[in-house]
């Protein structure tokens, strides 16, 4: 198995590319600046919107752990519309690191997270355009899992090696908090690529404790 990260160089990538190497999967890192990688593994220095489907051939999934910059929150949604556009009429996979906005809060799944975020909030933008890219992507042919972190999505917790998946709703862990370091998202991200038991769907988990 090959496996393409796009971001591997950003703060989830880090952690699913360390995951990865972990287990002695065949990667490559896509990254803009290849001087950000100082594992001993191929890197093809590209822009994400620069990348075609001869750059994507070799792969038999492909992560999309990119993270659209402040002011150009519309980027989560053309980029994954790019990649989509790659991937149709292939056999690829696509796994994207993807946002809480879109998770339901309720258990008649009436109500978004993206509902009840301040629309004059900093954060509402990425939020709001996350939860956009994620509609289009399942409208796609393409074989596509969409992982969702939980509300808080710690890039400095530890890694306790356990965690719990759920479907598209929001879920606390045990200490009843919507909570995971991105040390175990990349433990899930990482077993998704390995397993494919979610294809074509949207997941979410929390670490356990």
């Not at 001087?35 to 994507?56: A, C, N, Q, R, Y």
């Not at 910059?69 to 990649?83: D, N």
């Not at 710690?154 to 909570?179: I, Q, V, W």
């Amino acid at each position: 198995m090959n496996i393409a990260l796009i971001g591997a160089s950003g703060n989830a990538g880090k952690h699913i590319l360390n995951e990865l190497l972990t287990r002695n999967l065949s990667t490559t890192a896509i990254v803009r600046h290849a001087s950000k990688i100082t594992e001993d593994i191929p890197v093809i220095e590209k822009d994400l919107f620069d990348l075609t489907t001869d750059d994507l051939a070799p792969f038999d999934v492909v992560i999309d752990a990119f993270n659209a910059p402040r002011g150009k929150e519309e980027m989560h949604v053309t980029s994954l519309q790019h990649l989509i556009n790659l991937l149709t009429d292939t056999q690829k996979r696509l796994i994207v690191v993807g946002g809480a906005s879109s998770l339901f809060t309720d258990k008649n799944k009436n109500i978004r997270f993206i509902d009840n975020v301040d629309p004059t909030s900093p954060f509402y933008p990425t939020a709001h355009e996350m939860f956009l890219a994620l509609q289009d992507l399942k409208k796609t042919p393409i074989a596509w899992t969409y992982i969702s972190p939980a509300a808080f999505f710690d890039p400095d917790g530890r890694r306790t090696g356990s965690y719990e998946l759920f479907d598209d709703e929001m879920h606390d862990n045990h200490a009843g908090k919507s909570y995971v370091s991105m040390a175990d998202y990349a433990i899930a991200l990482v077993d998704e690529v390995v397993n494919a038991a979610h294809v074509r769907e949207h997941i979410s988990v929390v670490s356990e404790k």
